[in-house]
């Protein structure tokens, strides 16, 4: 437990003495509320390193099946792949999908990864995260072509 709050607290520091980090208030509450969480509940850690690792494993399942061209995949999922320009640190980690119909027209969809989402495996998550890229070009394509 030690490890774990100890790296949380170098996150903090660092986050702090970078010069090139605009540093939110809310950002520093929300990661120290998190250690105070971690040291009321102890066995959160182990969990918590469990869906960290289920993250990773459904951003890597799904950089492996979504190769569409027309599609745009960015994910904001904090501390395992935050590729957005934009991210929302605060709330459910999302995977926002952009369908590149033309130069003009760029619809997107945003798939949360909300808890309930994540009792699940992660070939599960990616399986119905691939289907619903899917589903929506599929719906973009239908109002496009009429």
């Not at 994910?75 to 929302?88: H, L, N, R, S």
């Not at 033309?102 to 699940?120: D, H, Q, V, W």
């Amino acid at each position: 437990m030690r490890n774990e709050i100890k790296a949380k607290l170098e996150e903090i520091v660092a986050l702090l003495n970078d010069p090139e980090e605009t540093v939110l208030e809310n950002e520093i509450k929300a990661k120290l509320e998190k250690i105070v969480a971690l040291l009321n509940n102890p066995e959160d850690i182990a969990t918590e390193q469990e869906t960290k690792e289920k993250l990773e494993a459904i951003v890597a399942l799904v950089n492996n099946v979504m190769v569409d061209p027309d599609i745009d995949v960015e994910y904001c999922i904090p501390e395992v792949a935050t590729t957005t320009e934009t991210c929302d640190v605060f709330g459910d980690p999302y995977i926002l999908v952009t369908y590149v119909v033309s130069e003009y027209t760029k619809p997107t969809r945003k798939i949360r990864l909300t808890p309930t989402y994540l009792k699940n495996t992660a070939k599960a998550i990616a399986n119905l995260v691939t289907f619903s890229i899917e589903q929506f070009k599929t719906e973009i394509d239908s109002v496009e072509m009429g």
